[in-house]
T-cell receptor
Framework: AQTVTQSQPEMSVQEAETVTLSCTYD???????LFWYKQPPSRQMILVIR??????QNATENRFSVNFQKAAKSFSLKISDSQLGDTAMYFC????????FGPGTSLSVIP | EAQVTQNPRYLITVTGKKLTVTCSQN?????MSWYRQDPGLGLRQIYY???????DKGDVPEGYKVSRKEKRNFPLILESPSPNQTSLYFC??????????????FGPGTRLTVL
């Protein structure tokens, strides 16, 4: 069975600093997508970044970047220059036809 | 505006009273899905649909039904709700690219309480 693990239930970071959220997954598939979603207190699910498994280049979106290690089945999210608006739950998700989410990491950005 | 809509947004009901949560998308997406979110468990997939008249079970389908008669609509049906189905429910839709489901667009969520 496919699984997604986020080993850090809670994290905090000082404003303007950098933080890395970890995600590992288990699958026998070779073609899949990986995503990070953000859920602020409003509960809305917001896409942060996506990565296609067949692409070796790590995805980057402004202050957000990933470290995708396919052989190690690892997909960490790095947030640079953290802002107060980054405070939220962050979910890692693995997608083929089914979708598996990790349990989430609650990130607090401290002024 | 491209969006996924869910109704109702909030619902309090009693055990055993059948209910339906509607989901509609206006992006012509093939893929639609339902999730429930519970504290500490993240989002868990209930059912998904690859296209009209095609539905499949996710990880937690027990106690739920779905149908996909039209591309834009994907209602979630609880025939006999129980208190353990109290949760936050999300509907989502996705296009497909490279043969795989791509980014999901989420509805605003439905908070369901079963007494």
């Amino acid at each position: 069975a496919q699984t997604v693990t986020q080993s850090q239930p809670e994290m905090s970071v000082q404003e303007a600093e950098t933080v890395t959220l970890s995600c590992t997954y288990d699958t026998s598939e070779s073609n899949y997508y990986l995503f990070w979603y953000k859920q602020p207190p409003s509960r809305q699910m917001i896409l942060v970044i996506r990565q296609e498994a067949y692409k070796q280049q790590n995805a980057t979106e402004n202050r957000f970047s990933v470290n995708f290690q396919k052989a190690a089945k690892s997909f960490s999210l790095k947030i640079s220059d953290s802002q107060l608006g980054d405070t939220a739950m962050y979910f890692c998700a693995f997608m083929t036809d089914k979708v598996i989410f990790g349990p989430g990491t609650s990130l607090s950005v401290i002024p | 505006e491209a969006q996924v809509t869910q109704n109702p947004r909030y619902l309090i009901t009693v055990t055993g009273k059948k209910l339906t949560v509607t989901c509609s998308q206006n992006m012509n997406h093939e893929y639609m899905s339902w999730y429930r979110q519970d504290p500490g468990l993240g989002l868990r997939q209930i059912y998904y649909s690859m296209n009209v008249e095609v539905t499949d079970k996710g990880d937690v389908p027990e106690g739920y039904k779905v149908s996909r008669k039209e591309k834009r609509n994907f209602p979630l049906i609880l025939e006999s709700p129980s208190p353990n189905q109290t949760s936050l429910y999300f509907c989502a839709s996705s296009p497909r690219s490279s043969g795989r489901v791509d980014e999901q667009f989420f509805g605003p969520g439905t908070r369901l309480t079963v007494l």
